[in-house]
């Protein structure tokens, strides 16, 4: 049976090989009570998200899709939606089953039929109370993307959706 013979310079070796991963690899972590629609948008151009329109409580941002990203006025989450139409002239059970089918089939965001102005709003939250990281909100757009993605697969006649 061999043994190890760990020197001091082999484990002095080791720990600083952990020490540069962990500060390579490090994620940037956001306070949620200091956290602005500015820092938002900071964030999503960092990632080479584009960032549209700036507001006072949210922004608009197109990586796959237009999303609006809403920032909850107590900082408890994040928001992310957005509003496609449907096409004129379906009627109204249609549309709520086709919805239904979506909340049932799709468990990233949450649909919401807009009668007013005949369209489908999807959502989709990230609670943000004690903090986040940068790539978790980079995540949940990334997710929300997909989520819009399987939406597109509920319809593949585009019978609903323009």
Known sequence: MKTLNITSKKLKLVFIGLFISTISFSQNYVDSSTLTVEKLAEIFKNASVEVLEVKNSYLTVK????????????NRYIALSGNYALKPNLNKVEILDFINKINT????????YKEANNSINYIAYLWIEKGFT????IKTLQSYNLAL?????KDPELKFLK
């Open 149 to 153: 993605d399987l939406v597109l697969q």
């Open 105 to 112: 089939e799709v468990a990233l965001v949450k649909a919401y």
């Open 134 to 137: 940068e790539a978790t909100l």
């Open 63 to 74: 990586d796959k899709y237009t999303t609006f990203i809403d920032l909850d006025s107590q």
